[in-house]
């Protein structure tokens, strides 16, 4: 996958660890296998030169941008080694970056992944490289290349830092930065698949010290725990993408701006679109907040003004849409076998009061 | 910076850690300002958006490849935090993505960076992105955006993980990719400054542990120890960026390839740039090997063989030209200011014998 795969110093490091080098070579060939899997038209290079190179297709691009970002899991990362699956991670960081450059009209062009290990065991890197080229297949996004790194006594063993970076391309006029955005428009949530990629560190919290619950228990609550999703698959549930969905409203006027639902949660997301002067009521009354967040809040005794910046609380995706289109733009993504809901929309506002919750049980907001 | 660190468990994780919240926002204010400072005519977008916004200057190409790479500085991190100098680790990151896709042929446009730790320390996050700042400034590339991840528990106190990756921009027709070069070539090293970001592990283990130094110990050998650098100083030497200096040879027809000399040394670096039935001969007479790779090679009982793998042994950069151009390129890169050397040729050869290294103490090759 990279140079440092080749490097001596990794072979010497194996050997002093009692690794297999010829399951290392077999490893770094299933890489490439995978990265291959995910090779577009653009791809100009083989895996495993200097760097990847990548020809974007610009016919009809009046001003062409690239958009990109980095992320990493965070700490789920820990949930996949309490689990030992490592083979979905990968999927949810590359949904993560597309998500990110989607909101600003980019649909993606590659990711670069980086892998750092104390020491790198080949089978854990083929199930996390499995999970990003996964995740680069179902987002039509080229894995250019990446980085495996080997730093002995730098990481804990089984322990596996995850880094994604990616590319991504728009029109410059079809760039969503909110200045779109109008009082008056309707927000359209789209729904999470639980916590995607944060909040890890206070829910590990809650499931194993708090509820003193393992990966193998079931998710407490309801009527029998028969048949229910056990605590590692609920907080393994995969960081979904919205690219399918929304890519066919991009540079549709209606579509005025996005915010993914991340770090921070509605409450310091969705002012990231607001122009001076509004702010975005969210009706609580909406939609059912998913089990996993009412468990999470309850055992965790977290406040709602808390919950709703520490986790996505059911919302994945919000677009701020034209009031005038929302019934359009729901259809078209009623259509895309989504279910999104009218969540707010966009008031008049003043300063410090960015997101505005109305209705609920009143708790917290 | 970027999203995550407005994360409330950010800011939970700080106040749990003693840190002062207001000191983390002047941090962030800091480091938007450093990342400004690397803003070039590309820029379209403040820092702290979902994703970087960068519009390339495609006029006068043919056909526009991007150039991509991904790294880590590895254990040379761990040698940062022994000196407690955060602020230089960042600078050599940099300078080893440019040279990486330098040798493809192109030019930086812009840099990300993600910044792990298990609590981030303001200061030290400051420091980590003012060495990328530098980078960044140094090579006319800007630092579009990142990532700063707090990770309770996944690392030590006090360690920082710091990756990179970096886009660039080529004209399909000036790619370099070795399929330009020809026996007769001939190869022209340009000098290190000293390990650059490879061989860390082995370098540490000789200093700290066979010869029982610390990072304020002075170098040892020579006549006098007086004011001869310390150990820290030697194996923090910033990784030098060739970029300058090679820079006016891209689309040169003498220039017919290059190779970075990074994990894996000339050993595995040289051949990614030759053609079937052709080896490098590298001429051991022609440059002194520095003094710290001596020392290592001697102290830590490095075999020739291993040591041409694991460190760079003083060649920083190889460019593979034009037998007829050697003085032309040779005279230009002496008027940057660099100290070239003709290293080699290349020669016909059969299989498995890539680099053949001749002359020296005969020891090892």
Not at 74 to 99: E, P, R
Not at 100 to 112: E, H, N, S, T, Y
Not at 172 to 194: F, Y
Not at 229 to 244: F, I, K, M, W
Request: proline share 5%; net charge negative.
């Amino acid at each position: 996958m990279s140079e440092s795969a080749k490097d001596p110093q990794a072979h010497d490091a194996y050997r002093q660890a009692g690794v297999d080098i010829d399951a290392q070579d077999r490893a770094l060939e299933e890489v490439k296998v995978l990265a291959r899997g995910t090779f577009t038209p653009g791809v100009l290079t083989e895996v495993g030169s200097f760097g990847g190179l990548f020809r974007p297709d610009l016919n009809g691009l009046e001003e062409p941008v690239l958009v990109s970002s980095a992320d990493g899991v965070g700490t789920k990362l820990m949930v996949s080694a309490m689990v030992g699956d490592y083979s979905t991670v990968g999927h949810d960081l590359v949904n993560h970056c597309v998500n990110d450059i989607l909101v600003q009209g980019a649909r993606p062009l590659f990711f670069m992944d980086y892998v750092g290990a104390g020491v790198l065991d080949p089978s854990k890197v083929v199930d996390l490289v499995r999970g990003v080229s996964a995740g680069c297949r179902e987002n039509g996004c080229a894995l250019l290349g990446g980085e495996t790194a080997e730093m002995p006594g730098f990481y804990r063993p089984g322990d596996y830092e995850l880094v994604g970076f990616i590319v991504g391309l728009a029109d410059r006029q079809n760039l969503l930065d909110g200045s779109r955005v109008q009082v008056g428009d309707t927000l359209i949530a789209l729904p999470s698949a639980g916590l995607h990629t944060n909040g890890y560190s206070l829910a590990r919290r809650v499931f194993f010290e708090i509820l003193g619950l393992s990966v193998e228990s079931p998710l407490p609550g309801g009527d029998s725990t028969v048949g229910r999703r056990t605590v590692g698959q609920e907080l393994l549930a995969p960081h979904l993408s919205y690219l399918d969905c929304i890519s066919p409203l991009l540079g549709d006027e209606a579509l005025h701006a996005m915010a993914h639902i991340t770090g921070g949660g509605l409450t310091d997301n969705l002012p990231r679109s607001l122009p001076d002067g509004a702010r975005a009521v969210v009706d609580l009354d909406s939609w059912q907040v998913p089990e996993v967040f009412q468990l999470l809040v309850g055992a965790g005794r977290v406040s709602g003004e808390e919950a709703f910046r520490v986790f996505n609380m059911g919302v994945g995706m919000v677009l701020f849409v034209a009031a005038s289109e929302q019934e359009r733009v729901l259809a078209h993504l009623r259509s895309m076998g989504t279910a999104p809901w009218v969540l707010g929309s966009v008031e008049q506002g003043a300063d410090g009061e960015a997101v505005v919750y109305r209705g609920g049980s009143g708790a917290g907001h």
